[in-house]
């Protein structure tokens, strides 16, 4: 399998290649240069794998020939051995229609997990084969950071370099990322906004200087195999639910477009997807644009959900490539567009070839608080604020078949955000014993101005050179 950047400029790689990239040379997204896809009757004889079969299965046609069925396998037993549930993303019922995707059962309690863990096992996997070195830098809005840390903590030939905005992260997600004292791993709290860390980010995947120095690699959802190991958890509830025979919906909880892009691969692949429902929050860009073809970028509200608080989607690029027609020039030109005026309009293409399969809705703090004491109340499931965003946009959505069940993806344990939770609900869930103890935990990080130079130059200091 070869993969393109949907800026059309830079060369073409396979999945080992895109694995260790990070942006595109171009400035692009790599996607592949076809969509696999599965046939009813294949999608149907997945109906009861162990998830961790079904993962390799689903995964093997956008791994190609870098890695052999049988050891791509053993690694996706590996990464979901690391789950605390046997059924990996268990799928729990609310009512006739409702049902939750419990996603956060990984050792950081989200769903970033799922993909973190098979990611950091990809890339031990291929640097054993060179002799090379890697640098993760990445930006997180609470999640990402504390699932990649926990993917390659100690790992050889790997650091990691992990901005937060400082003070915009909950107290939870900040000691998951900053009580892990491995000698590889470096925390950064910048002054701004996640916005402002994943610019600077994109700004150093840019940066000639240090590209040629370090070998740096993306975490955050543009890199292609966290989006690929995210495809299967929709087969998985599907089949559970009846597919192929049967159309299924979801919802999901967005921010960077990641997860919900994801269930548009899944779709193109085959999978009988009725809607997919991207839900936002108050930051409602892709509301906006997914209902009116504006999008242009506000300034970031904080809210109760931290990892929906973004006003600029990376991987939204991928989606306006595929559904306007993969045209390298013009998505070029329209995000160059975007970046120097922050808004532009979908073309036309562009917001047909959307709305035939997405659509969206935005819930503020009064309905974010409302969905998560309905399910408290009504079905004994205490959620977090992310995923009561998406089942507030599950149960508005209008124009579903009677018959199609929804399904909302669960994209954090509700310990993580405490607070939000007690002041909604009333009750304060315990956080699982695994991570009992991290109130405990001794914290390290480092505090920076949010200016790329000196972020720059802090990583240049610390980070270990490329050997070739
Ligand atoms: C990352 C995250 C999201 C948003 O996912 P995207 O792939 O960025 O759209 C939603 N909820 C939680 C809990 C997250 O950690």
Not at 165 to 183: E, I, N, Y
Not at 219 to 233: E, F, G, H, P, T
Not at 251 to 268: C, E, K
Request: proline share 5%; aromatic share 8%.
């Amino acid at each position: 399998m070869k993969y393109v950047s949907t800026r059309g400029q830079a060369p073409s790689l396979d999945f080992e290649g895109v694995t260790l990239a990070g942006l595109a040379s171009d400035g692009g997204l790599y996607v592949p240069e076809r969509w696999p896809t599965f046939t009813k009757a294949e999608i149907a004889a997945m109906a009861g794998l162990p998830y961790a079969e079904l993962a390799a299965k689903i995964m093997q046609p956008f791994v190609g020939d870098c890695i052999a069925p049988e050891r791509l396998l053993e690694l996706t037993r590996e990464a979901y051995g690391r789950f605390s549930h046997a059924a990996v993303t268990p799928l729990v019922q609310l009512d006739e229609r409702q049902w939750l995707l419990e996603l956060f059962h990984g050792p950081t309690l989200a769903f970033k997990d799922v993909a973190l863990q098979l990611l950091g096992l990809l890339f031990e996997e291929f640097l054993s084969k060179r002799d090379d070195h890697l640098t993760i830098v990445g930006a997180t809005s609470g999640d990402t950071g504390s699932a990649a840390i926990d993917a390659v903590a100690g790992r050889a030939k790997v650091d990691i370099f992990m901005l937060h905005p400082h003070g915009r992260v909950s107290d939870v997600q900040r000691r998951q990322m900053t009580t892990v004292l491995a000698p590889n791993v470096h925390n950064i709290a910048i002054d701004g906004s996640f916005d402002d860390a994943q610019a600077m980010v994109k700004r150093m995947f840019n940066d000639g200087a240090m590209t040629s120095r370090f070998g740096i690699a993306a975490v955050n959802s543009i890199n292609w195999a966290r989006l690929m190991a995210q495809v299967v958890y929709y087969f998985a509830a599907a089949l559970q639910l009846g597919a192929p025979e049967r159309r299924v919906a979801f919802s999901v909880p967005t921010g960077n477009f990641g997860d919900v892009f994801a269930g548009y691969v899944a779709a193109q692949m085959g999978l009988p997807i009725e809607r997919l429902i991207v839900a936002t929050n108050i930051n409602d860009i892709l509301h906006r644009a997914l209902s009116t073809g504006d999008y242009s970028a506000g300034t970031v509200t904080p809210t109760a959900a931290p990892s929906m608080d973004i006003q600029v989607s990376s991987n939204f690029e991928r989606l306006l490539y595929d559904a306007g027609g993969r045209d390298g020039a013009a998505i070029l030109a329209q995000m160059k567009q975007f970046e120097s005026a922050k808004a532009m309009q979908l073309t036309n293409a562009q917001r047909e070839a959307s709305a035939a399969l997405f659509t969206s809705a935005r819930a503020d703090a009064a309905e974010m608080a409302k969905a998560m004491r309905w399910a408290y109340e009504s079905c004994a499931e205490v959620l977090d604020p992310h995923t009561a965003i998406g089942l507030h946009a599950a149960r508005v959505a209008e124009g579903l078949a009677a018959d199609v069940p929804v399904v909302t993806l669960a994209t954090a344990h509700p310990a993580k955000f405490g607070d939000a939770v007690e002041r909604a609900t009333g009750v304060r869930p315990g956080l699982p014993s695994r991570v009992g103890d991290l109130f405990e935990r001794e914290e390290a990080y480092t505090r920076l101005p949010g200016d790329y130079d000196t972020i720059a130059a802090w990583i240049a200091e610390r980070a270990t050179p490329r050997v070739r």
